[in-house]
């Protein structure tokens, strides 16, 4: 089919002649002279068999053959430039892979994604999840966010991006009903927790100083960001990582009940891959932006008082 196409250059020299009916007109609007137009017009003419135009002496008006093949090419010639357009606007957006594991990209990413959408317009993020370790040979990204600084591929060197720690988390509600006023009062509580994190409760009772909470009625998730989601609708008490917490404490969805008791964590590490896009720089200095954003906003002491409980 593609080698029954007419001359190219001809039919887009036919297509302007015929929109101003003047091949003079047609010659100033392509950049080449009159003559030029002429002859690729006569081409075309020989190619089809066909007469496209009668030749006046002050202008070439179509014949029905040319009225005909007009309304068609110019068609596909709108087609063709309009793929054009789509393709020059696509290479221009430029774009950076980030990857991460799902609870991140839910409870942290993504809600702060429209800030940098709106600082860099012309550069999409494009977020893929994944529980595996960093890999470039498994796993295309331009930047890659894990916990912790073993089980990386030799050619993705980490860095590190994020302190965390662990706190307790549960619905107002629940609290109100009943209350967490020190870690004790665990002992009355659905424990939530996620699939991930096994060691969660047992290391955080260590850290309490309080007996291992062995026969507690537990539920447990596949990820955090449902773990949180159970918790804000009164499940239970969950143990959480402050990186995933988002807005649910200044919401007030949820509270810390008891602020102070704090289980450290692994810290969170970036790589970046060696063929990583120019634009991967601007998001991961708008990354730091943000977490430095995140320790330096007030503290607002009533989201973790202990709500009254009813008489």
């Not at 996620?194 to 990820?223: C, S, V, Y």
Request: proline share 7%; hydrophobic share 45%.
């Amino acid at each position: 089919m593609i080698s029954e196409l007419p001359p190219l250059n001809a039919v887009r020299a036919f297509a302007s002649a015929a929109r101003h009916q003047s091949f003079s007109r047609a010659a100033e609007e392509l950049h080449v002279s009159h003559s030029a137009v002429s002859r690729h017009i006569k081409l075309l003419e020989e190619h089809l068999g066909v007469l496209l135009f009668e030749r006046r002496t002050r202008q070439s008006v179509l014949t029905p053959a040319g009225q005909t093949f007009y309304e068609q090419v110019s068609v596909a010639l709108t087609q063709i430039a309009n793929a054009a357009t789509a393709l020059t606007r696509g290479a221009s957006m430029r774009k950076v892979t980030i990857n991460v594991r799902p609870s991140f990209a839910v409870r942290w990413l993504i809600p702060r994604l429209p800030n940098f959408m709106a600082l860099y317009p012309d550069i999409q993020p494009e977020v893929v999840t994944s529980t595996l370790p960093p890999d470039q040979s498994r796993e295309a990204f331009d930047v890659v966010i894990r916990r912790g600084h073993t089980g990386w591929a030799s050619n993705v060197q980490p860095q590190i991006l994020l302190e965390d720690d662990m706190v307790l988390v549960a619905a107002p509600s629940l609290l109100q009903t009943l209350p967490l006023n020190d870690a004790g009062n665990l002992l009355r509580h659905t424990l939530l927790a996620g699939r991930t994190r096994g060691m969660d409760w047992k290391n955080w009772a260590e850290h309490a100083g309080i007996a291992q909470l062995r026969n507690q009625p537990t539920l447990q998730f596949d990820h955090m960001h449902l773990v949180l989601q159970a918790a804000v609708d009164g499940l239970g008490v969950a143990l959480c990582p402050a990186s995933l917490l988002g807005k649910d404490l200044s919401t007030g969805r949820l509270i810390c009940p008891l602020p102070s008791l704090r289980l450290p964590l692994v810290r969170y590490y970036y790589g970046v891959s060696s063929e990583a896009a120019a634009e991967t720089q601007l998001f991961i200095d708008w990354m730091f932006a943000q977490i430095h954003q995140d320790t330096t906003a007030p503290t607002d002491s009533s989201l973790t008082a202990q709500p009254t409980s009813a008489p």
